[in-house]
């Protein structure tokens, strides 16, 4: 019997790209480093520091802000001058 040998199997190419092109590009592409990650999340959380500065900053120049927090302190002043006096004489008296 003579020994068969197996048919050859030839395959096209289905791109237009070789190799050592398709692994330049993957290198150009790369995915960037932990510093450059940690060095861009930095830079996001001063940038977004900062417009929450501002923020803040519009909502305490506007008018319902500035009367609540007047009422606050008119509550603050209340209970600093009424409540707390009589709470203190309260520990401090007989039973």
């Known amino acids: 019997m ?6 050859k199997v030839v395959l096209k190419s289905t791109t237009k790209m070789s190799l050592n092109e398709r692994f330049t590009n993957m290198l150009k592409n790369k995915q960037p480093t932990p510093v450059n990650i ?3 999340m930095q830079q996001q959380q001063q940038l977004a ?10 909502m305490e120049n506007r008018p319902s802000v500035q ?16 409540l707390l006096p009589m709470s203190i ?5 007989d039973p």
């Open 89 to 93: 004489n309260h520990l401090f008296s």
């Open 49 to 58: 520091s900062a417009r929450n500065r501002r923020l803040a900053q519009q």
């Open 38 to 40: 940690r060095a861009s």
């Open 67 to 82: 009367a609540a927090l007047k009422l606050k302190q008119g509550v603050c002043h209340f209970c600093v001058l009424f």
């Open 2 to 7: 003579a020994a068969q040998s197996a048919p």
